[in-house]
């Protein structure tokens, strides 16, 4: 058997196992569920603040006209899908985590991945199958989730009266939105798989996924020490959150949100450039993917742990 069509049978073999996968489609329903929450809740604060449901006579003044802008474009199309991204970033960044350290730890602990190499031994492209596949459901859990949020707009947008205001240009630029929101995702999912196979077990994927950005989140707020001198911004703009929040900020930019209007803590001016924070995600990604090769490429491969 070729290394082509090795891959092809391991990638199918990958995408069934997902697709099939109880953990799969409960983290889906557990990310929808929760992404539904935070607009319904945008939603009634929108309401109570225009007094929707009183008909006008009971209104609520504590949001600035800035902010009302903002939350009124992230209810309406297109702004709703700057929305879902930033949601697909940050709750569905942890869910995506999880979910690899099952599709990666859960050979070893099931004790299969010694069968599985005997039928396909190249480890090069077991790995490379299983990552292809990981960011194939993620695509489609994104799209599951856009389609939700463009539904959830055309029912909260009629109820308040907003303008719908989407052009052929936005619906080109989602394909490069999506992509740029895969790639905020890739070097998280990266470490938790190197972590699984490291630690030969789902948990250890798990813990060493959610560590890691625990800390790189931790290591995000030094932002605001780069307004004191520009060499400790340059140095602090090397860590990857900073540039993870470039593209999420690209993001929701690319539909008309601001998201420095609802989060005070976020200063712009501070972030590094969009090519940067490519570069440096990229960098990232591939340290940690090179990682997950060699202990996988070196390790002795035992049954069930």
């Keep these: ?24 489609l ?4 557990i990310f929808l569920a929760l992404t539904i929450l935070q607009q319904t809740l945008w939603f009634l604060v929108m309401a109570l603040q225009e007094g929707t449901f009183s008909g006008g006579e009971v209104t609520f003044g504590l949001l600035s006209a800035a902010a009302i802008e903002q939350i009124k474009r992230q209810l309406s199309l297109p702004g709703v899908f700057g929305a879902m991204l930033s949601a697909i970033n940050g709750t569905g ?61 055309l029912l909260f947008s009629s109820i308040l009266g907003l303008p719908q205001q989407l052009s052929a240009v936005d619906l080109l630029l989602l394909p490069v939105s999506m992509v740029r929101a895969l790639l905020v995702m890739l070097p998280y999912t990266l470490i938790a798989a190197a972590s699984a196979i490291f630690g030969r077990s789902v ?8 560590i890691f950005l625990a800390f790189d989140v931790s290591a995000g707020s030094l932002n605001t020490i780069g307004a004191v001198d520009p060499l400790i911004r340059t140095l602090v703009n090397l860590l990857l959150q900073p540039n993870i929040n470039r593209l999420v900020v690209e993001n929701s930019r690319m539909f008309g949100l601001d ?11 501070l972030l590094p450039s969009q090519w940067q924070a490519i570069i440096v995600i990229a960098v ?14 070196w390790q002795d491969i035992g049954g069930a742990s």
Excluded: C, H
Excluded at 203 to 210: P, Y
């Design 259 to 269: 998201q420095s209007v609802l989060t005070s803590a976020l200063d712009l001016n």
């Design 26 to 29: 409960l983290l889906l329903g």
């Design 284 to 297: 990232y990604s591939a340290i940690f993917g090179y990682s997950a090769y060699r202990t996988l490429s």
């Design 203 to 210: 948990i250890a994927g798990v813990g060493g996924g959610l």
């Design 1 to 24: 058997m070729d290394t082509r069509t090795m891959f092809t049978n391991l990638l199918a073999a990958e995408w069934m196992k997902i697709a099939r996968r109880p953990m799969a």
């Design 93 to 153: 960044g942890i869910l995506a985590v999880i979910l690899t350290a099952g599709i990666f730890g859960s050979d070893f602990n099931w004790g299969t991945l010694r069968i599985l190499l005997t039928r396909a031994p190249n480890r090069g492209a077991y790995l490379l199958a299983k990552l292809v596949a990981l960011q194939l459901a993620l695509l489609a859990a994104m799209v599951i989730t856009l389609i939700v949020g463009v539904l959830l707009a």
